[in-house]
Every structure is written in structure tokens, then in C-alpha cells.
């Protein structure tokens, strides 16, 4: 009989090390499958939403530097879900954020995107960025932008940090937190 108890106590250890040895591959596979999974999760909800809204729209799921990435083009109405500067479309991704946390229990980072309206401000706010800070570079005064979002902001912060001379920071408090962009010393 001990030999029985002694046997299950081995064959217990050996999948103990397996399982060990196994985890961090499991463990960054098991990332990537979790914002897998936040992406489809979400692309349901707003699949939904535009079947209510009786809106066309082609949903495209990804993963991108650590998060799910939602996307919805094609659709005539779609410019209605952007709102004016974004503000309709921040709040759908807050909304769309919401409804993955409560499925899975977890905050999610998911990003989202209708009618390239992001991908087309991103690029925006980079050359905002880069031509702001070359005239504080060259005129030596300071300069306040206008108040952003947190994406806008983050995305004026990378594109100031891409000129030598200069650097950046964020003042206020939100909804009225803006980049303010100085020479360096």
C-alpha cells in the first residue's frame, strides 16, 4: 500500500515540475489569448450595438503592443460614432471597456477605432508635435497646446520627445489637462 502512496506522490511531483517548467510559456501565450479573447468580446458588443443602430460596419479585432485593438470601417453612418473631436468615440471605447470587464471580471486597455478616425488624428498630433516643438526649439519660448485627451496627449508627448532641445509636459487637470512643450535647460 505505501508503495501505491508513494508512487501517486511521484507521478504528483513529476506533473508539478512539468507544470512549472511549462508556465511561462503558458503564461505569455496566456496574455496574447486574453486580449484574444478581450477582442472578441468586444467586437460582439459593438457588432450588437451597430445591428441596434441598424449602422454597416466591417469589425477588425487585433493585438498591438499589449492591447486588443478594435477597429470599424465601411459603414456611411459611422461618422456619427466619432463625434466632434472624438468625444462620441472615447465614450463607446469607455462603454466597450466596460462591457469586457464585466465579462472577464478584469480591467481591459482595449483601444478603438471607427472609420480610421484615430489612426488619422494619430498623425495629426505627430506633426502638431514635431512643428511645435521645432518653433519652441527656435524661438526658446514655451508653448501651451490646447487641452487633449490622455491618447492625444501621449501621442504629442512621443512626437516632441522625437526633437533633441526640447521636452514636454502635462499641466492641469482633466477634461482641461494640456501639453505644455519648452527647451530643455
Same mark, same amino acid.
Do not use: C, N
Given at each position: 500500500?505505501?508503495?501505491?502512496?508513494?508512487?501517486?506522490?511521484?507521478?504528483?511531483?513529476?506533473?508539478?515540475? +512539468?507544470?512549472?517548467?511549462? +508556465?511561462?510559456?503558458?503564461?505569455?501565450?496566456?496574455?496574447?489569448?486574453?486580449?484574444?479573447?478581450?477582442?472578441? $468580446?468586444?467586437?460582439?458588443?459593438?457588432?450588437?450595438?451597430?445591428?441596434?443602430?441598424?449602422? &454597416?460596419?466591417? $469589425?477588425?479585432?487585433?493585438?498591438?503592443?499589449?492591447? +486588443? $485593438?478594435?477597429?470599424?470601417?465601411?459603414?456611411?453612418?459611422?461618422?456619427?460614432?466619432?463625434?466632434?473631436?472624438?468625444?462620441?468615440?472615447?465614450?463607446?471605447?469607455?462603454?466597450?471597456?466596460?462591457?469586457?470587464?464585466?465579462?472577464?471580471?478584469?480591467?481591459?486597455?482595449?483601444?478603438?477605432? $471607427?472609420?480610421?478616425?484615430? !489612426?488619422?488624428?494619430?498623425?495629426?498630433?505627430?506633426?502638431?508635435?514635431?512643428?511645435? +516643438?521645432?518653433?519652441?526649439?527656435?524661438?526658446?519660448?514655451?508653448?501651451?497646446?490646447?487641452?487633449?485627451?490622455?491618447?492625444?496627449?501621449?501621442?504629442?508627448? &512621443?512626437?516632441? !520627445?522625437?526633437?533633441?532641445?526640447?521636452?514636454?509636459?502635462?499641466?492641469?487637470?482633466?477634461?482641461?489637462?494640456?501639453?505644455?512643450?519648452?527647451?530643455?535647460?
Amino acid at each position: 500500500m505505501s508503495e501505491t502512496v508513494d508512487t501517486i506522490e511521484a507521478d504528483q511531483e513529476d506533473v508539478d515540475v +512539468a507544470e512549472t517548467a511549462a +508556465a511561462p510559456a503558458e503564461k505569455q501565450g496566456g496574455a496574447d489569448d486574453t486580449l484574444v479573447q478581450e477582442g472578441d $468580446i468586444a467586437g460582439d458588443y459593438l457588432e450588437r450595438l451597430l445591428d441596434l443602430l441598424d449602422y &454597416d460596419g466591417d $469589425i477588425d479585432l487585433d493585438v498591438e503592443a499589449g492591447r +486588443a $485593438i478594435v477597429s470599424i470601417d465601411g459603414g456611411e453612418d459611422l461618422e456619427k460614432l466619432v463625434g466632434p473631436r472624438g468625444t462620441v468615440l472615447e465614450s463607446l471605447q469607455e462603454l466597450t471597456r466596460l462591457a469586457v470587464q464585466q465579462e472577464t471580471g478584469s480591467r481591459s486597455r482595449l483601444m478603438l477605432d $471607427i472609420a480610421g478616425w484615430r !489612426a488619422d488624428r494619430r498623425e495629426e498630433l505627430r506633426e502638431l508635435g514635431r512643428s511645435t +516643438a521645432e518653433s519652441v526649439l527656435s524661438s526658446g519660448e514655451r508653448v501651451r497646446l490646447q487641452p487633449m485627451s490622455p491618447f492625444e496627449r501621449k501621442v504629442v508627448h &512621443d512626437a516632441v !520627445a522625437t526633437v533633441d532641445g526640447v521636452t514636454s509636459e502635462s499641466e492641469g487637470e482633466d477634461p482641461k489637462r494640456r501639453v505644455v512643450i519648452f527647451p530643455e535647460g
